[in-house]
């Protein structure tokens, strides 16, 4: 990697991480995304290489090479995104005189519908957690506390156990770039956090008494991270998914917060209200709930109407 390219990536990244706050997740997409803009800058060097001095037309050549090498159009968009952010925050802070990607645009992308369970299926993983061996108790919570939410899995597994202690009716979480919300807690949710929290309880009262140290998380670990993590968590729903019958390809964190939106979409909440829950920054990504909506208000009428039957 050029050195003055790295060095404009870090000083990047770490700006979008002071002054807007920006997600690890997020943070880390970026870093891939330029580093890989440069990884291919510097193995065509018959034109500019440095990010100072880059034209427009190499990267325009860039994400022509990102597409025929059958990238996604979502993966491309993401990349272009960096991209023009990069470059944006470089005119800024008077790093250069022109913005190369100023005019560049992504072809415009069909929304895709996210999927997402129905009520039965949910109800069928919630029996299979009440029944998993040995970790029963934590798996429900886990579940229960994801679909009466709709969290998203970071925010699930690194909650701390301070913010669910006294049977809470609101569960306050830390969202992306650290802005926080409230969200209600059904009864089911709230009966399977207190008996994970007593059995959590007396699994530290006995790490401290050994001389340990306690865990400040809901979840705890012996991990790096010290709590649950997602790709734990994704393993234990792709158990739970064989154990309920369903296909594992179709259960996911993030599916099952689609189905906490779509099915309180179907029952007559709000969209600004969802929007509130989901920690959604635009209401325009919560709108997306609604096409699922319409497909299911189609689908019914289709079925049960009695002018659509042959």
């Known amino acids: 990697m050029s050195l003055s390219n790295a060095r404009w990536i870090s000083t990047f990244l770490d700006a979008q991480a002071a002054e807007l706050g920006a997600a690890r997740n997020t943070l880390l997409a970026y870093g891939r995304d330029l580093v890989d803009f440069d990884g291919w800058l510097q193995a065509h060097p018959d034109g500019e290489t440095a990010f100072v001095t880059v034209p427009e037309a190499r990267i325009e050549a860039y ?9 996604s159009a979502a993966t491309r968009a993401r990349r272009l995104s960096a991209i023009r952010q990069l470059f944006r925050f470089a005119f800024d802070e008077g790093w250069r005189t022109d913005n190369p990607a100023l005019r560049l645009k992504g072809k415009t992308q069909a929304r895709k519908l996210p999927e997402t369970l129905q009520i039965d299926e949910v109800d069928r993983l919630l029996q299979a957690a009440r029944t998993r061996p040995h970790d029963a108790v934590r798996t429900t919570c886990l579940l229960e506390l994801l679909y009466a939410t709709g969290m998203r899995v970071t925010e699930l597994v690194s909650l701390p156990a301070a913010a669910t202690r006294g049977d809470p009716r609101m569960l306050l979480i830390r969202g992306k770039g650290g802005k926080e919300r409230l969200v209600p807690l059904s009864p089911p949710a709230r009966t399977a956090l207190a008996d994970w929290l007593a059995q959590r309880d007396a699994g530290q009262e006995e790490i401290r ?102």
Do not use: W
């Open 63 to 71: 994400m022509a090479h990102c597409a025929a090498t059958g990238l």
């Open 209 to 310: 008494l050994a001389g340990g140290s306690v865990s400040k998380f809901l979840f705890p670990s012996h991990g790096v991270a010290g709590h649950l993590t997602r790709q734990h968590f994704l393993v234990i729903l792709k158990d739970l998914a064989v154990a309920a019958g369903i296909s594992p390809a179709r259960v996911s964190p993030h599916k099952l917060r689609h189905a906490f939106a779509t099915h309180l979409l179907a029952n007559g909440a709000d969209l600004r209200a969802i929007q509130t829950l989901l920690g959604h920054a635009d209401i325009a990504t919560t709108e997306i709930y609604t096409h699922v909506l319409d497909a299911h208000l189609k689908d019914l009428v289709l079925t049960h109407h009695p002018l659509a039957q042959d």
